[in-house]
């Protein structure tokens, strides 16, 4: 059964960094784009970053410089960097699978809470 699951999240203070993970099994990542989705309960989810097979990225202009994606095929798994973090940056992340960045996610995580205090 194909599972993705994001680790990393926690208690951040302002300015801090986190690198989160988004480690697959019963998939091989390398076969689809990831990509980073933030969401505030009540919401709607928000992209913040993908990663195609070939390595080309995709970030938002809001989050550039600061999020950042990469992968290690060689472990399954997707990373998300996130530096210099502000309290509105709280919120749940989730990775996704599809074939294309900003498409049809045919696999998510379960998510995982990031909280930045000022």
């Known amino acids: 059964q194909a599972q993705l699951v994001e680790s990393g999240g926690g208690l951040v203070q302002s300015g801090g960094s986190l690198r989160l993970s988004c480690a697959a099994s019963?998939?091989?990542?390398?076969?689809?784009?990831i990509s980073w989705f933030r969401q505030v309960p009540g919401q709607q989810r928000e992209g913040v970053s993908c990663i195609y097979s070939d390595g080309n990225t995709v970030t938002p202009d809001s989050v550039k410089g600061r999020f950042s994606i990469s992968r290690d095929n060689a472990k399954n798994t997707v990373y998300l960097q996130i530096n210099s973090l502000k309290p509105e940056n709280t919120d749940v992340y989730y990775c996704?699978?599809?074939?294309?960045?900003?498409?049809?996610?045919?696999?998510w995580g379960q998510g995982t809470q990031v909280t930045v205090s000022s």
């Open positions: 996704a699978a599809g074939d294309y960045c900003g498409d049809y996610e045919e696999y």
């Open positions: 019963g998939l091989s990542l390398e076969d689809y784009a």
